[in-house]
Protein backbone atom coordinates (compact mmCIF):
# COMPACT_ATOMS: atom_id res chain seq x y z
CA UNK A 1 0.00 0.00 0.00
CA UNK A 2 3.03 2.40 0.61
CA UNK A 3 4.37 2.01 -2.38
CA UNK A 4 0.83 2.75 -4.26
CA UNK A 5 0.39 5.85 -2.17
CA UNK A 6 3.97 6.87 -3.33
CA UNK A 7 2.93 5.82 -7.23
CA UNK A 8 -0.37 8.15 -6.68
CA UNK A 9 1.75 11.00 -5.05
CA UNK A 10 4.02 10.98 -7.74
CA UNK A 11 1.39 11.48 -10.58
CA UNK A 12 -0.90 13.96 -8.93
CA UNK A 13 2.56 16.38 -7.59
CA UNK A 14 5.57 14.91 -9.41
CA UNK A 15 7.50 16.64 -12.05
CA UNK A 16 7.83 13.68 -14.47
CA UNK A 17 6.79 13.62 -18.18
CA UNK A 18 4.34 10.99 -17.05
CA UNK A 19 3.09 13.19 -14.34
CA UNK A 20 2.25 16.28 -16.28
CA UNK A 21 0.06 14.10 -18.82
CA UNK A 22 -1.98 13.04 -16.00
CA UNK A 23 -2.82 16.13 -14.84
CA UNK A 24 -3.26 17.48 -18.07
CA UNK A 25 -5.50 14.50 -18.96
CA UNK A 26 -7.45 15.31 -15.34
CA UNK A 27 -8.12 18.69 -17.04
CA UNK A 28 -9.59 17.54 -19.70
CA UNK A 29 -11.98 15.36 -17.62
CA UNK A 30 -13.20 18.43 -15.70
CA UNK A 31 -14.09 20.32 -18.60
CA UNK A 32 -15.62 17.62 -20.06
CA UNK A 33 -17.90 16.81 -16.74
CA UNK A 34 -18.80 20.52 -16.72
CA UNK A 35 -19.90 20.22 -20.28
CA UNK A 36 -22.22 17.36 -19.95
CA UNK A 37 -23.38 19.14 -16.52
CA UNK A 38 -24.55 21.75 -18.78
CA UNK A 39 -25.57 20.61 -21.53
CA UNK A 40 -28.12 18.32 -19.70
CA UNK A 41 -29.17 21.05 -17.41
CA UNK A 42 -32.41 21.64 -19.52
CA UNK A 43 -33.53 18.09 -19.76
CA UNK A 44 -35.65 15.59 -17.86
CA UNK A 45 -34.03 12.35 -15.96
CA UNK A 46 -33.61 9.60 -18.20
CA UNK A 47 -32.03 6.17 -17.81
CA UNK A 48 -28.96 6.96 -19.90
CA UNK A 49 -28.30 10.47 -17.99
CA UNK A 50 -28.37 8.78 -14.87
CA UNK A 51 -26.14 6.30 -15.90
CA UNK A 52 -23.53 8.61 -16.86
CA UNK A 53 -24.04 11.00 -13.78
CA UNK A 54 -23.28 7.39 -11.86
CA UNK A 55 -20.23 6.71 -13.97
CA UNK A 56 -19.15 10.71 -13.64
CA UNK A 57 -19.88 10.60 -10.03
CA UNK A 58 -17.63 7.29 -9.44
CA UNK A 59 -14.77 8.44 -11.09
CA UNK A 60 -15.03 11.93 -9.40
CA UNK A 61 -15.15 9.98 -6.15
CA UNK A 62 -12.13 7.56 -6.89
CA UNK A 63 -10.27 11.40 -7.93
CA UNK A 64 -10.93 12.62 -4.70
CA UNK A 65 -10.14 9.48 -2.43
CA UNK A 66 -6.95 9.29 -4.06
CA UNK A 67 -6.44 13.39 -3.35
CA UNK A 68 -7.30 12.80 0.51
CA UNK A 69 -4.74 10.11 0.73
CA UNK A 70 -2.00 11.44 -0.61
CA UNK A 71 -2.59 14.79 0.95
CA UNK A 72 -0.14 16.04 3.94
CA UNK A 73 -3.43 17.59 5.65
CA UNK A 74 -6.77 15.61 5.23
CA UNK A 75 -8.42 18.33 7.31
CA UNK A 76 -6.90 21.10 5.66
CA UNK A 77 -7.56 19.81 2.46
CA UNK A 78 -11.62 19.25 3.22
CA UNK A 79 -11.46 22.81 4.58
CA UNK A 80 -10.68 24.21 1.09
CA UNK A 81 -13.50 25.30 -1.47
CA UNK A 82 -12.58 22.81 -4.37
CA UNK A 83 -13.20 19.64 -2.02
CA UNK A 84 -16.15 21.07 -0.94
CA UNK A 85 -17.44 21.52 -3.96
CA UNK A 86 -16.52 18.16 -5.20
CA UNK A 87 -17.93 16.54 -2.20
CA UNK A 88 -21.35 18.41 -3.23
CA UNK A 89 -21.04 17.05 -6.74
CA UNK A 90 -20.49 13.67 -5.78
CA UNK A 91 -23.37 13.58 -3.74
CA UNK A 92 -25.69 14.95 -6.74
CA UNK A 93 -24.42 12.28 -9.08
CA UNK A 94 -24.45 9.42 -7.01
CA UNK A 95 -27.73 10.17 -5.07
CA UNK A 96 -29.63 11.50 -8.14
CA UNK A 97 -31.57 8.17 -8.54
CA UNK A 98 -33.23 8.69 -5.65
CA UNK A 99 -33.99 12.21 -5.78
CA UNK A 100 -35.24 12.33 -9.35
CA UNK A 101 -38.47 15.06 -8.91
CA UNK A 102 -35.53 17.34 -7.83
CA UNK A 103 -32.59 16.55 -10.39
CA UNK A 104 -32.77 19.66 -11.79
CA UNK A 105 -31.99 21.30 -8.77
CA UNK A 106 -29.18 18.95 -7.75
CA UNK A 107 -27.62 19.65 -11.11
CA UNK A 108 -27.22 23.60 -9.97
CA UNK A 109 -24.59 21.97 -7.72
CA UNK A 110 -22.85 20.07 -10.71
CA UNK A 111 -21.73 23.63 -12.15
CA UNK A 112 -19.50 23.84 -8.98
CA UNK A 113 -16.99 21.76 -10.64
CA UNK A 114 -16.04 24.71 -12.33
CA UNK A 115 -13.90 25.58 -9.34
CA UNK A 116 -12.55 22.91 -9.54
CA UNK A 117 -10.37 24.72 -11.91
CA UNK A 118 -8.58 26.83 -10.24
CA UNK A 119 -6.85 23.65 -8.22
CA UNK A 120 -4.89 22.93 -11.36
CA UNK A 121 -3.80 26.26 -11.64
CA UNK A 122 -0.52 25.62 -10.14
CA UNK A 123 0.46 22.77 -12.73
CA UNK A 124 -0.54 25.58 -15.42
CA UNK A 125 1.86 28.24 -13.85
CA UNK A 126 5.04 25.61 -13.37
CA UNK A 127 4.60 24.07 -16.75
CA UNK A 128 2.72 27.02 -18.78
CA UNK A 129 4.67 30.05 -19.82
CA UNK A 130 1.69 31.18 -21.40
CA UNK A 131 -0.25 31.33 -18.29
CA UNK A 132 2.19 32.61 -16.36
CA UNK A 133 2.47 36.15 -18.48
CA UNK A 134 -1.30 36.11 -18.52
CA UNK A 135 -2.46 34.80 -15.01
CA UNK A 136 -4.38 37.86 -14.36
CA UNK A 137 -6.65 37.93 -17.18
CA UNK A 138 -6.75 34.01 -17.28
CA UNK A 139 -8.08 34.41 -13.69
CA UNK A 140 -10.47 37.02 -14.01
CA UNK A 141 -11.82 35.66 -17.25
CA UNK A 142 -12.33 32.29 -15.18
CA UNK A 143 -14.55 33.97 -12.47
CA UNK A 144 -16.64 35.19 -15.15
CA UNK A 145 -17.19 32.16 -17.04
CA UNK A 146 -17.81 30.10 -13.49
CA UNK A 147 -20.06 33.00 -12.35
CA UNK A 148 -21.93 33.44 -15.22
CA UNK A 149 -22.51 29.23 -15.58
CA UNK A 150 -23.45 28.93 -11.77
CA UNK A 151 -26.25 31.84 -12.20
CA UNK A 152 -27.33 30.54 -15.14
CA UNK A 153 -28.20 27.25 -13.83
CA UNK A 154 -29.60 29.02 -10.85
CA UNK A 155 -32.09 30.67 -12.94
CA UNK A 156 -32.92 27.65 -14.84
CA UNK A 157 -33.38 25.87 -11.93
CA UNK A 158 -35.74 28.38 -10.18
CA UNK A 159 -37.75 29.74 -12.86
CA UNK A 160 -38.40 27.42 -15.03
CA UNK A 161 -41.85 25.75 -15.04
CA UNK A 162 -43.63 28.57 -13.44
CA UNK A 163 -42.14 31.34 -15.84
CA UNK A 164 -43.06 31.56 -19.07
CA UNK A 165 -39.91 33.53 -20.01
CA UNK A 166 -37.54 30.99 -18.96
CA UNK A 167 -38.20 27.91 -21.13
CA UNK A 168 -35.17 26.86 -21.81
CA UNK A 169 -31.37 27.33 -20.69
CA UNK A 170 -30.97 29.81 -23.31
CA UNK A 171 -33.37 31.83 -22.11
CA UNK A 172 -31.82 31.61 -18.87
CA UNK A 173 -28.20 31.99 -19.83
CA UNK A 174 -29.33 34.97 -22.47
CA UNK A 175 -31.54 36.98 -18.80
CA UNK A 176 -28.22 35.93 -17.06
CA UNK A 177 -25.99 37.58 -19.56
CA UNK A 178 -28.42 40.90 -20.17
CA UNK A 179 -29.07 41.38 -16.90
CA UNK A 180 -25.06 40.99 -15.37
CA UNK A 181 -24.06 43.85 -18.06
CA UNK A 182 -26.81 45.99 -17.18
CA UNK A 183 -28.23 45.98 -20.63
CA UNK A 184 -31.85 45.05 -19.43
CA UNK A 185 -33.73 44.83 -22.32
CA UNK A 186 -36.60 43.92 -20.28
CA UNK A 187 -37.84 41.32 -22.82
CA UNK A 188 -37.13 38.42 -20.05
CA UNK A 189 -37.65 38.86 -16.42
CA UNK A 190 -37.83 36.73 -13.48
CA UNK A 191 -40.90 36.45 -11.49
CA UNK A 192 -41.86 36.54 -7.79
CA UNK A 193 -39.73 38.15 -4.65
CA UNK A 194 -37.31 35.33 -5.02
CA UNK A 195 -36.84 36.13 -8.62
CA UNK A 196 -36.20 39.74 -7.96
CA UNK A 197 -33.55 39.02 -5.15
CA UNK A 198 -32.08 36.98 -8.04
CA UNK A 199 -31.72 39.79 -10.18
CA UNK A 200 -30.55 42.36 -7.93
CA UNK A 201 -27.70 40.04 -7.05
CA UNK A 202 -26.59 39.17 -10.71
CA UNK A 203 -26.23 42.93 -11.43
CA UNK A 204 -24.73 43.80 -8.38
CA UNK A 205 -22.08 40.72 -8.51
CA UNK A 206 -21.96 40.76 -12.33
CA UNK A 207 -20.83 45.24 -12.36
CA UNK A 208 -18.16 44.27 -10.16
CA UNK A 209 -16.79 41.08 -12.13
CA UNK A 210 -16.92 43.04 -15.42
CA UNK A 211 -14.99 45.94 -13.96
CA UNK A 212 -12.41 43.75 -12.39
CA UNK A 213 -12.34 41.64 -15.89
CA UNK A 214 -11.54 45.21 -17.62
CA UNK A 215 -9.13 46.67 -15.27
CA UNK A 216 -6.82 43.02 -15.69
CA UNK A 217 -7.10 43.59 -19.44
CA UNK A 218 -6.19 47.08 -19.96
CA UNK A 219 -4.17 48.48 -16.92
CA UNK A 220 -0.17 48.06 -17.34
CA UNK A 221 1.10 44.44 -16.39
CA UNK A 222 3.20 43.78 -13.59
CA UNK A 223 5.58 40.86 -13.41
CA UNK A 224 5.72 38.67 -10.26
CA UNK A 225 8.74 38.73 -8.32
CA UNK A 226 8.55 38.99 -4.53
CA UNK A 227 10.88 41.64 -2.70
CA UNK A 228 12.95 40.38 -0.29
CA UNK A 229 12.50 42.76 2.52
CA UNK A 230 9.10 43.72 1.99
CA UNK A 231 7.09 40.98 0.32
CA UNK A 232 5.91 43.29 -2.26
CA UNK A 233 4.94 40.89 -5.21
CA UNK A 234 3.95 43.37 -8.16
CA UNK A 235 6.21 45.28 -9.69
CA UNK A 236 6.46 47.22 -12.84
CA UNK A 237 8.68 45.60 -15.83
CA UNK A 238 10.94 47.96 -15.58
CA UNK A 239 11.58 48.66 -11.87
CA UNK A 240 14.79 48.83 -10.25
CA UNK A 241 13.88 49.80 -7.01
CA UNK A 242 10.78 48.49 -4.72
CA UNK A 243 7.79 51.07 -4.39
CA UNK A 244 7.46 50.34 -1.43
CA UNK A 245 10.39 49.75 0.49
CA UNK A 246 13.09 51.11 -1.64
CA UNK A 247 15.02 47.99 -1.72
CA UNK A 248 17.48 47.18 -5.07
CA UNK A 249 15.15 44.27 -6.86
CA UNK A 250 16.70 41.99 -9.58
CA UNK A 251 14.15 40.70 -11.90
CA UNK A 252 14.27 38.25 -14.83
CA UNK A 253 13.20 39.72 -17.49
CA UNK A 254 13.02 38.84 -21.33
CA UNK A 255 14.03 42.86 -21.89
CA UNK A 256 10.89 44.43 -20.86
CA UNK A 257 11.01 47.69 -20.45
Known sequence: MKRLKQKIDRLYTGHSRDATYFRYALIVFDLATVVFFVATIPFASSSAILIADFVLGALILLDFLARLWIAPDNLRMLRQIYTITDILVIFSLLLAPFFTQNLAFLRVFRTLRLLHSYHVMRDLRRDT?????????????????????????????????????????????????ATLTTTGFGDVILTGNLGRLLSVFIMVAGVALFLRLAQTIFQPQKLKHTCPDCGLNRHEPDAIHCKHCGNILKIETRGAG
Open 129 to 177: PFFRRNEDVIVSSLNLGVFIFLVTALVFALQSGSNPDIGSYIDALYFTV
